[in-house]
């Protein structure tokens, strides 16, 4: 269940992230009111996870790490930011380092 917690609070921080890119600048209240509400939905999400006694080392790298991974896709994919062949390696150094802390865990 704590992970399906985490996976809730970085689907919800990913659509938080994406609507603050869309709020121009918090200047359009719906998209404000979905930046708010996203973010604080995410972080509630994520205090249950650890609750749950994740680690919190490996929770905050997986929810920070996968949430900036799809949002560096979202954002080539669907508002016209370029994905360089550095952003690439930098995004799969991010999954290894994910990956390494899961594995150091020891669970």
Known sequence: ???LLLALAITTE???T???KLSNGL???GWTIAV???YI???TLL???????LDMGTAYAVWSGAGTAAIALIG???MGETLTPLKIGGILLIIGGVVVLNLAGGH
């Open 76 to 78: 080539a994919t669907f």
């Open 14 to 16: 990913v659509l938080a």
């Open 18 to 20: 994406t609507a603050l």
């Open 41 to 43: 939905t995410s972080f």
């Open 36 to 38: 708010a509400a996203g």
């Open 1 to 3: 269940m704590p992970w």
């Open 47 to 53: 205090s249950q996870a650890l609750k749950q006694h």
């Open 27 to 29: 200047t359009h209240l």
